[in-house]
């Protein structure tokens, strides 16, 4: 399996150090913002980020989009939208920068923002983008979502009808629909040469999806290790223990009171856009290769994200 996290973290320090000093690198782009505080929560996908961000949207002083989008509200994107971007960013270091640079600077956030006093960004596409987030917003505070392997690959995708909710790549005989399509475009597959590619034509959607589980949350969670401002949060403590899920984030978001835990509390209580059924089996219904590659992938990692 192909590890991004220190490929990418070299590569940033390489264009971080190749780019001359001025008054719109990263500590100027901090600044920019005034008042206005950054969050950015990336994840595989399938990990609760809709209800997050309408939650945290509810709050007084708080913007918080998905995917880009304000929760419930018109299906224009108040940030611009990134999809194509994405799966090139994964592989291309300086491309991931040049989007951030382009697409996330502070004046951008800051209009999208406007008068309030903080500004979150739940998105799966932000998960490539995480070294030059840090970098253009030195001051935001990053949270990494993490789900179990079996409910993600469980969820990531549907085996017959429109997927409304891909997160996931599908089964291969899937006819797809042009958004289904349009979707696929900007998720990360194996680097061309690489033996996972070489494997990738003959790959179940369960296969598929635990390595694409993996390969992401590696990242993530080299990432989390690596760098003070980010955060673990875990979406089964969101579905087991809610209270100690939100009293531990909005402590973190410097959001924390008695009255916005309550509200979301209540606000998440609706779980938005979950599957009202899974189509994929449970575990003990796989085959025996996808057994073997989530014994090789999954259970290592799993292993040491929820240790």
């Avoid at 690959?153 to 085996?159: C, E, G, K, P, W």
Wanted: hydrophobic residues 40%; aromatic residues 8%.
């Amino acid at each position: 399996m192909t590890c991004w996290t220190d490929h990418i973290r070299q590569e940033g320090r390489d264009i971080c150090s190749s780019r001359p000093a001025c008054s719109s690198g990263p500590a100027a782009e901090g600044q920019a913002l005034g008042h206005c505080r950054l969050a950015f929560c990336a994840s595989t996908g399938r990990t609760a980020t809709m209800c997050l961000a309408t939650t945290l949207n509810s709050l007084p002083g708080v913007v918080a989009l998905h995917e880009g989008h304000a929760p419930g509200a018109s299906p224009v994107p108040r940030l611009p939208l990134i999809n194509l971007q994405n799966c090139k960013a994964w592989h291309e270091p300086a491309y991931a920068q040049l989007t951030v640079e382009e697409l996330r600077d502070s004046a951008t956030l800051s209009k999208t923002a406007g008068d309030a006093d903080m500004l979150i960004d739940v998105a799966f596409y932000n998960a490539p983008l995480l070294v030059p987030l840090a970098r253009q917003h030195p001051g935001s505070i990053l949270f990494v979502i993490f789900r179990r392997c079996e409910g993600f690959v469980r969820s990531a995708t549907i085996v017959s009808g429109e997927d409304r909710q891909p997160a996931g790549w599908p089964d291969r005989s899937k006819p797809l629909t042009n958004r289904e399509k349009f979707i696929a475009l900007g998720r990360l597959r194996p680097r061309p040469g690489s033996e996972e590619a070489e494997r990738w034509p003959v790959w179940s959607a369960i296969q598929r999806n635990i390595w694409l589980w993996s390969s992401v949350n590696s990242h993530l969670l080299g990432f989390a290790k690596s760098h003070p401002n980010c955060h673990k949060i875990l979406y089964e403590d969101l579905v087991e223990n809610p209270n100690r899920f939100w009293t531990g984030f909005l402590r973190e978001l410097g959001l924390f009171s008695e009255l916005n835990l309550t509200r979301c509390m209540d606000s998440s209580a609706k779980k938005l856009n979950q599957r009202a059924s899974y189509q994929v089996g449970r575990i003990d219904r796989w085959g025996y290769a996808d057994l073997a590659l989530y014994e090789r992938l999954a259970i290592p990692l799993e292993n040491e994200i929820y240790d």
